[in-house]
């Protein structure tokens, strides 16, 4: 829905940081007459409009946009450059609220209900902790992480780039539970999980409740966590307990997961059924447009991303993250001008695996001027990230290098 009030902020943006000067592979280029729009700029060091919700306070304020109690997003340049999302930077994104933090009072007593398997039972996280133990370093990634780069606000949370994180979780490998469960009954296409929420009285569960559906292909590496980069998982992330399935979109990590069943269909829940579906602008999400699963190849530069903050010029160190979806992340490039050039970037930090995002890094002579920085990766099975958005109602799972440019100042 464009109005011309955002057609004319557009252009504006673009003639601001539309002057683009490039040392390095040569030559002063300038976007100023290109119809691309320009690097939108993430939200600068201002303080945050609404205050941390209680269950979230420990979060670092300082390094969260809160855009509501229940959606809570890290800032761009506050992701560290470690690999790892530190506990007290990480997103929040809760569909409906969460529950009270009494179901952390003792969370080894948390009971988990497993069906769809020969012997149907429940365990509590304290039998679970007997079955086995898996560790894993996952991108956690909204499917709307990147929406509010979309043209055409679709609604929504207008996530930038910080509804992601690179986190470690610990728990059993759900194939363990499922052995101690007899083994999967026949015939089971589907692991279908619901979240802890209470569901309010007089209200049709399916419409409000969270419960996903995904394939059994995709289970291999799955676990029951809980467990959080060497933490117990805190409520706002699904303690006590909470599905994990490593390269598959946030929403099908179940959080506080009170039932783990092994179906023949995807739930009847409106989060599974409407919600979550690749339907093109202007249709309403039903069964027939494929759902919110395995995630894509995905990178953004980090830093130097403050528009306020105008970059010394010389030797700069452009760097950011970059993951690869279902296999890892093996290169990065990284361009300066708006990608009409692209140099190899350098990965840094550890390989934690192909689930996890890795560092990048480039280094840049810059002279004065603007620059819009964009970076590219490529995965293992030579997937790169594309120029354009795969336009969709909701704005789903942008990974649009161009989306995610940010434009500079060096001075
Ligand atoms: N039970 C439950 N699980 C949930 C959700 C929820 O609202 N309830 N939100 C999902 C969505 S949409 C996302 S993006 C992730 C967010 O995980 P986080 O809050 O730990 O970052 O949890 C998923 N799992
Ligand atoms: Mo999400």
Known sequence: MHN???????????????????????GGLALADSNEPAAKSSPGPVSNAKPLPPYAKWKDADSMI???????ETRRNAFGSSGITPLDRLYIRNNISPPSEDIMKEPDA???????????????????????????????????NGRGFSEHKPSGTQWTVGAAGCVIFTG???????????????GMTYMTSTGGEEIPAGLDPNTIMVERSVPVSGI????????????????????????????????????????????????PAKIQQGSYRFSPIGVKGTPEFDSIWEMDPKSWVTLPSDPETPVKAGRVQISGVA?????????VEVSVN???????????????????????????????????LASRVTNADGTSQPEMRKENNRGYMNNSWRDHMVAIDVA
């Open 66 to 72: 809160v855009h509501s109690a229940n959606t809570i």
């Open 172 to 186: 059993v490998p759900v194939k363990a539970v499922i052995e101690a469960a007899g083994g999967m009954a026949d």
């Open 4 to 26: 011309t009030t955002d057609i004319t902020r557009r252009r504006m943006l673009i003639t601001a940081s539309g002057a683009v000067a490039w040392a390095g592979l040569g």
């Open 323 to 331: 993951m690869g979806g279902m296999s890892e992340a093996k290169k």
């Open 110 to 144: 948390w009971k988990v209900e497993v069906s769809g398997v020969k012997s149907p039972r429940s365990f509590t996280v304290a039998e679970l902790k007997s079955l086995g133990l898996a560790s894993v370093a996952v991108v956690l990634q909204c499917s709307g």
């Open 220 to 267: 291999e590496d799955a676990i029951l966590a809980w467990e959080i980069n060497g933490e117990p998982l805190p409520l706002a992330h699904g303690g006590p307990l909470r599905v994990i399935v490593p390269g598959y979109a946030g929403v099908n990590n179940v959080k506080y997961v009170k039932h783990v069943a092994f179906t023949k269909e995807q739930s």
């Open 338 to 372: 708006g990608g009409k050039d692209w140099q190899e970037a350098q990965l840094t930090g550890p390989d934690l695996g192909k689930y996890a995002w890795r560092g990048f890094v480039l280094a840049a002579d810059l002279k004065p001027g603007k620059y819009q």
